[in-house]
T-cell receptor, first 116, second 116 residues
Framework: AQKVTQAQTEISVVEKEDVTLDCVYE???????LFWYKQPPSGELVFLIR??????QNEISGRYSWNFQKSTSSFNFTITASQVVDSAVYFC?????????????FGSGTRLQVQP | DAGITQSPRHKVTETGTPVTLRCHQT?????MYWYRQDPGHGLRLIHY?????DTDKGEVSDGYSVSRSKTEDFLLTLESATSSQTSVYFC???WGTGVSPGNTIYFGEGSWLTVV
């Protein structure tokens, strides 16, 4: 069975602080994919990044960066110089490559509040 | 824009009544999913479809049925709604017409269902 754990239920920071959202996963698949989604107060789910299990390179996109470590089964997300617009719920998710349905297993989410 | 439309977006219904939520996509994607979102649980898979008339259960399928008679439409039915089915329902598609497990999953805007 697959499992995604986001131990941080809620984080509050002041604007311009850096913040890291933790994600730990469990899977028996040898090939798998990891995702991050953002859910702003308006409610939609916005895709941020996809990473496959063979690619452990860290990725940076503007103020966002992701640290994938297979050794610790973690896929952490860092926002540098946070802004009020970053306030949202962030979900980490896992998709197995070996299972037929190709569905996502989600963590419970981390609510980030950025105070001005 | 992943071309996903959910309807209705908001609905209030009474316990014991049937309810159908519709998901419509315009890009001929093969895989479609229904998730529900509840506080503390993230998103959980209800049912999914991997082609016309090909559907299967997810983790929380009790009390729900689905149908897919056309590629573009995936219907979720609550045969007899209960208060525990009050939730936000998200439809999703896996991008592409093939079976690649790595393709990104995109979500519709959600349907808010309240059962009173």
């Amino acid at each position: 069975a697959q499992k995604v754990t986001q131990a941080q239920t809620e984080i509050s920071v002041v604007e311009k602080e850096d913040v890291t959202l933790d994600c730990v996963y469990e899977t028996r698949d040898t090939t798998y994919y990891l995702f991050w989604y953002k859910q702003p107060p308006s409610g939609e789910l916005v895709f941020l990044i996809r990473r496959n299990s063979f690619d452990e390179q860290n990725e940076i996109s503007g103020r966002y960066s992701w640290n994938f470590q297979k050794s610790t089964s973690s896929f952490n997300f860092t926002i540098t110089a946070s802004q009020v617009v970053d306030s949202a719920v962030y979900f980490c998710a896992l998709s197995g490559g070996d299972t037929g349905r190709r569905a996502l297993t989600f963590g419970s989410g981390t609510r980030l509040q950025v105070q001005p | 824009d992943a071309g996903i439309t959910q309807s209705p977006r908001h609905k209030v219904t009474e316990t014991g009544t049937p309810v159908t939520l519709r998901c419509h996509q315009t890009e001929n994607h093969r895989y479609m999913y229904w998730y529900r979102q509840d506080p503390g649980h993230g998103l959980r898979l209800i049912h999914y479809s991997y082609g016309v008339k090909d559907t299967d259960k997810g983790e929380v399928s009790d009390g729900y049925s689905v149908s897919r008679s056309k590629t573009e439409d995936f219907l979720l039915t609550l045969e007899s709604a209960t208060s525990s089915q009050t939730s936000v329902y998200f439809c999703a598609i896996r991008w592409g017409t093939g079976v690649s497990p790595g393709n990104t999953i995109y979500f519709g805007e959600g349907s808010w269902l309240t059962v009173v």
